[in-house]
C-alpha cells in the first residue's frame, strides 16, 4: 500500500538478505508459515501473484528433506529372498536363499556346545568390558591354530597377524581397507560367480577388482582351464581371491592337485592369495581337511590373507565372530600390519564384540568342548550330505534324461543348479521356492520330507521354463 517495504517482510515468513534482496528462509514448519501469510492478507496486504508464487516455493521447499533425491537401493540379492519368504502365505513355501543351517524340522539350531560354553562363562562372571582393537588374546591363538595348524612354522615364527573381526563381512571389509591404503593399485581378481557381497565389499573401498572364470556352466563343475588362464594373464603382483573350501554359490571346489597348480602360478606369478574361510569344518565335517588349501599354499612359501567366520561352523550368525589372518615371510612385518590393521579397525568399529569370540575361545581351549564340536559340525554336514542324496535320487527319478550327478559332487551348504532366471522365477511364483536368481539353493534349509515337493519344483522349471 505505498510502503517501501518488501512483500515477503510483510507476508510474514521468515527472511533474510542477500545481495539487497529479501528472501524468505526455510522453516521447520510450514504451516505456520502459511497462517503467517494469511494473517498478512487480513491486515489487508495481497503480494502480487509472483511474489505468492515464491512463498508458496518456499513453504514447498522447507517441507523436503535434503535427501528427498536419494535413489531406494535395491534388496538385498540373498537377504532379500528372506523377506519375500516371510511375505508369502503358501503353506508350502521354501526359503533355500539364505545360507543358514535347519534342522529336520526347519527350524534354527544353537549348538550344545554352545550352550555348555555359555553356561561355562557364565559362571566365571566374565565383565563386558571393552576387548582390545585386536580382539581377545584367546579367541586370536585359538582361531590362527585352528586355520593353520598348531604346527604351524609361520605361527612359532610369529609371522602371523591377526585381528578379530566382525565375522567373515568384517574380515573382508577391513582386508580391502588395508588393500585399498597400502596396496595402491593392485587390482583383486574374484572367482565368476562368487558370493555377491565380495563385489560390494571391495567396491566400496575404492578396489578395482575383476573377474576370472570358474563354473562351466556345460559341465556344471569347475572351468580350471579357464582359472589358470585368467590368472595367469593377470598382472604379476594381484591379488587373488579363493574361497578356502565349499565353494558360493557353486560347491565346487578345486582337487587338491588342482590347488598345487593354483598354488605354484601365484608363486610364479607373485599373485597374493586372499582366502575367504567360511566353512572350515562345515563343509566336510573335519576341520583340518577343510584347511588344505591355505594350509599348503602356506606351507609352500606364499604370502596369504585369510577371512575367517564361525557362523556356520558354530552356528554364531549373530554373534559376528571372525578374525582376519596375514601371514607374511616376516615376524617384524607382521607385527607393523597388525599395528595398521589396529588402526583401520578402530574407525571401523572400535572394539570387537565379547560375547561370540569367547564362545569360540571355550570351544577350542577345551578338549572336551571341542570333540563335542567336531561331533556336531560332522552332524550338520552329514544332514547336508544326506539331502543331497535325496534331492539327486528324486530328480533322477523325475527327469532320468538329464544329468544330475552335480548335486552331490558339489559339497558344503549349496547346489548351484544352472537354473536360468526365468526358471528361478517359476520356481518362486508357482511353487514358492524362495532363491537366488542365479539359481543357487542352500541345501542347509531342505529336510528330508521336503526333498519331493522341490524335486517336482526343480523339473518343472527346467522342463517347462
Avoid at 130 to 145: K, M, N, S, W
Avoid at 301 to 330: I, P, T
Wanted: hydrophobic fraction near 40%; include cysteine.
Amino acid at each position: 500500500a505505498g510502503l517501501d517495504v518488501d512483500p515477503l517482510v510483510l507476508s510474514g515468513l521468515p527472511t533474510r538478505k542477500h545481495n539487497n534482496r529479501v528472501e524468505a528462509v526455510a522453516v521447520a514448519d510450514p504451516m505456520a508459515s502459511t497462517q503467517r501469510v494469511a494473517q498478512a492478507a487480513a491486515r489487508g496486504f495481497v503480494p502480487s501473484s509472483s511474489r505468492l508464487s515464491n512463498v508458496r516455493s518456499a513453504v514447498a521447499c522447507s517441507s523436503s528433506s535434503r535427501l528427498a533425491g536419494i535413489e531406494m537401493a535395491p534388496p538385498d540379492p540373498i537377504l532379500g529372498v528372506s523377506e519375500a519368504f516371510k511375505a508369502s502365505k503358501s503353506p508350502n513355501k521354501l526359503n533355500l536363499g539364505v545360507g543358514a543351517y535347519r534342522t529336520e524340522e526347519l527350524q534354527p539350531l544353537v549348538l550344545e556346545v554352545v550352550k555348555k560354553a555359555e553356561q561355562k562363562m557364565l559362571a566365571a562372571g566374565y565383565n563386558k568390558e571393552y576387548l582390545p582393537i585386536e580382539g581377545l588374546d584367546t579367541f586370536r591363538t585359538a582361531t590362527v591354530q585352528l586355520l593353520l595348524g598348531s604346527g604351524s612354522k609361520a605361527l612359532q615364527e610369529g609371522r602371523v597377524a591377526v585381528l578379530q573381526a566382525l565375522s567373515g563381512t568384517g574380515s573382508l571389509r577391513v582386508g580391502a581397507a588395508f588393500i585399498a591404503r597400502f596396496m595402491k593399485g593392485t587390482t583383486v581378481y574374484i572367482s565368476n560367480p562368487t558370493w555377491g557381497n565380495h563385489r560390494n565389499i571391495f567396491g566400496d573401498e575404492g578396489v578395482e577388482w575383476k573377474y576370472y572364470r570358474y563354473f562351466d556352466p556345460d559341465t556344471v563343475g569347475l572351468d580350471f582351464q579357464g582359472m589358470m588362464e585368467d590368472l595367469k594373464a593377470a598382472p604379476d603382483g594381484s591379488i587373488v581371491l579363493l574361497h578356502g573350501c565349499a565353494h558360493n554359490p557353486t560347491g565346487i571346489d578345486p582337487t587338491p592337485e588342482q590347488w598345487q597348480q593354483i598354488a605354484d602360478l601365484c608363486k610364479a606369478k607373485g599373485h597374493m592369495p586372499f582366502f575367504d574361510v567360511a566353512y572350515q569344518g562345515f563343509a566336510t565335517g573335519d576341520l583340518d581337511k577343510d584347511a588344505f588349501a591355505p594350509r599348503l599354499f602356506v606351507d609352500a612359501g606364499l604370502e596369504v590373507m585369510v577371512a575367517q567366520s564361525y557362523s556356520k561352523n558354530l552356528g554364531l550368525y549373530g554373534e559376528r565372530v571372525g578374525a582376519l589372518n596375514v601371514v607374511l615371510n616376516d615376524a617384524e612385518a607382521a607385527k607393523r600390519v597388525l599395528s595398521q590393521l589396529k588402526r583401520l579397525a578402530r574407525a571401523l568399529w572400535s572394539n570387537p564384540p565379547t560375547h561370540g569370540a569367547r564362545i569360540a575361545a571355550e570351544v577350542v581351549g577345551d578338549a572336551d568342548m571341542f570333540e563335542l564340536w567336531k561331533q556336531e559340525m560332522a552332524g550338520m554336514a552329514g544332514r547336508i550330505a544326506r539331502v543331497r542324496s535325496e534331492l539327486q535320487a528324486a530328480l533322477e527319478k523325475r527327469c532320468p534324461e538329464k544329468d544330475w550327478s552335480f548335486v552331490t559332487q558339489q559339497i558344503g551348504m549349496f547346489s548351484f543348479t544352472g537354473m536360468t532366471p526365468a526358471q528361478v522365477d517359476n520356481m518362486t511364483n508357482q511353487h514358492s521356492v524362495f532363491m537366488t536368481r542365479d539359481g543357487r539353493i542352500s541345501l542347509a534349509g531342505l529336510s528330508s520330507s521336503k526333498v519331493d515337493y522341490l524335486a517336482d519344483a526343480i523339473v518343472d522349471s527346467v522342463r517347462n521354463h
